[in-house]
């Protein structure tokens, strides 16, 4: 059985019975999606590459999307064998491939600052288990399957940095997308902002889903960066020593990637 056919056939498990393929989407880190006809409407059907991934969107579209109302999908349905879930699909094409004009494109990250943050308030904060040393020995273990598309003087320094960050504990933790960008950001034809992409939530720093936004988007674009925390809301001295210290992780981990390393064994995951 071929993707397509494997997707249709989890949506017509689940869901609706005379489902039909619109078109397959290739994923990404694994995961494989389609976008179907139903009975209730167009919906996406997404088979994860992983238990784990599985279980966290579950748990995101179960505790904590909810809050953010129409400004994300709903959960349809979900599937053990193979982990997949079905989520109402949502309009609009991802913020990242749009060229809008500079006003909209403004208020485009206005409105993600303000999703987010609601994304932030969805449970309360926690500082157990401690987040800063499991974020430094997840460091230390993608050092170690990067060892050898690294140069000594790279390892130092990111190691100065995982040293620096472990300096800044304890540090209470909250829901996070951990995905946070552009591409998951889908901007619909009146302009609303909607999330996507769950499979990475979990309780984490919260400045860490301003990573990438601080490392790849806001050096050239300061407009967006002000846009953004408009409505967000004030980052902190701490949280700005966060991104610091994480962008260099950040940064070995799309390294590391792009030279096809394996991840980190999942014994140093939540």
């Known amino acids: 059985m071929n ?6 056939e989890v949506c017509r498990h689940t869901l609706d019975p005379f489902a039909t393929v619109i078109r397959y989407h290739d994923g990404h ?25 599985h279980e966290q969107e579950l748990h995101a579209y ?5 809050l ?29 491939e749009l060229r809008v004009a500079t006003t909209a494109e403004r208020d485009a990250h206005a409105q ?23 974020l430094v020995a997840r460091g230390e273990a993608w050092l170690t399957v990067a060892r050898d598309v690294i140069d000594s003087r790279r ?26 960008t552009p591409r998951n950001l889908l901007y619909g034809g009146d302009g609303t902002v909607r999330l996507i992409d769950f499979e990475h939530a979990r309780y984490d720093l ?14 050239s674009r300061p407009d967006l960066a002000e846009a953004f925390v408009r409505s967000y809301g004030p980052i902190t001295d701490l949280e700005r020593e966060v991104i610091e ?9 799309r390294h590391a990637r792009a030279h096809a390393c394996s991840y980190p064994a999942r014994s140093t995951d939540r």
């Open 62 to 66: 179960h505790h904590w999307t909810p």
């Open 68 to 96: 953010l109302g129409d400004l994300t999908a709903r959960l349809l349905g979900t599937c053990d064998d193979p982990p997949a879930i079905l989520v109402s699909a949502l309009p609009g094409r991802p913020l990242a």
């Open 206 to 219: 919260a400045a860490r889903d301003l990573v990438r936004l601080a490392c790849r988007v806001w050096p």
């Open 155 to 180: 390892r130092a320094t990111v190691r100065a940095h995982l040293r620096a960050l472990g300096n800044l504990s304890p540090i209470a933790a909250v829901p996070c997308h951990l995905d946070f």
């Open 3 to 8: 993707t397509t056919d494997a997707l249709l």
């Open 245 to 253: 210290h994480w962008a260099h992780v950040d940064e070995l981990t």
């Open 29 to 53: 880190d694994g995961t494989r999606t389609l976008r179907a006809a139903t009975y209730v409407g167009e919906a996406i059907v997404k088979i994860h590459r992983g238990r784990e991934r």
């Open 112 to 134: 993600a600052g303000a999703i987010l943050r609601t994304f932030h308030s969805a449970g309360p904060p926690r500082a157990e288990p401690n987040t800063v040393e499991w």
